[in-house]
């Protein structure tokens, strides 16, 4: 079953010449997006994963707020350090998203859910709230990426394609994305990080941070 997540809005005006605009969710002002910007905050969205234990997931269940302290930590605490994450794409996840379902947006089952799927859950960071995928979905996906390999994505890697497709940061003529250096040890993080999960029958947050 396939199912669409909201387009991000690639339309915030460029903050200086050579840097590519900083999307926004839906449902977040221009205004803002670019108050963000001003803020420094340029690096641009990258995805985090966190594997949750069953006392994790039952908090998080009992109290979505615990979302917020797990994937970023104290945030009331300014020498507090954001936890290190257990995966951490970069800004590689919506290329690596196109190469596992050929869309932008479309969320499939299997992998096509490995980096847009899963339920909302918790207050929205900026650009969404963070994304809760249960057991028996990350072992249909692990499931799913065992069956793929890095030939296979690299014989789907069309910079033109991806340009046309509007796949974030969308400066693929640029040489920003070099398939081996930067897509295949990201889809090599990606299946150890829910052959992990898997095998410890956990659940996963996601987030775009």
Same mark, same amino acid.
């Given at each position: 079953m396939k199912r669409t997540l909201a387009k991000v809005d690639l339309t915030v005006p460029m903050p200086a010449a050579g840097i590519a605009p900083l999307p926004r969710a839906a449902g977040v002002s221009a205004t803002r997006c670019e108050r963000t910007i001003r803020e420094g905050l340029l690096m641009g969205m990258e995805l985090i994963g966190r594997r949750l234990s069953a006392n994790e997931l039952q908090a998080v269940l009992n109290d979505p707020t615990t979302v917020d302290t797990l994937l970023y930590g104290d945030l009331d605490d300014d020498d507090? &350090?954001? !936890? &290190? !994450?257990?995966?951490?794409?970069?800004?590689? =996840?919506?290329?690596?998203?196109?190469? *596992? /379902?050929? /869309? @932008? =947006? %479309?969320? #499939?089952? #299997?992998? $096509?859910?490995?980096? *847009?799927? $899963? %339920? %909302?859950? #918790?207050?929205?960071? $900026?650009? #969404? !709230? @963070?994304r809760l995928l249960d057991a028996e979905t990350v072992r249909e996906i692990s499931t799913a990426l065992d /069956?793929?390999?890095?030939?296979?994505?690299r014989a789907r890697f069309d910079v033109n394609a991806m340009m046309a497709a509007d796949i974030y940061p969308n400066v693929w003529d640029r040489g920003a994305g070099d398939f081996d250096s930067v897509f295949a040890p990201a889809f090599t993080d990606l299946c150890r990080f829910y052959r992990a999960a898997a095998a410890h029958d956990q659940a996963v947050l996601l987030a775009i941070t």
């Open positions: 507090a &350090e954001m !936890p &290190e !994450p257990e995966l951490d794409l970069n800004k590689s =996840w919506h290329a690596l998203h196109y190469l *596992l /379902t050929g /869309t @932008a =947006w %479309e969320i #499939g089952d #299997g992998a $096509g859910a490995a980096i *847009l799927g $899963g %339920e %909302e859950i #918790g207050e929205d960071g $900026g650009y #969404g !709230p @963070a /069956t793929l390999d890095v030939d296979t994505l």
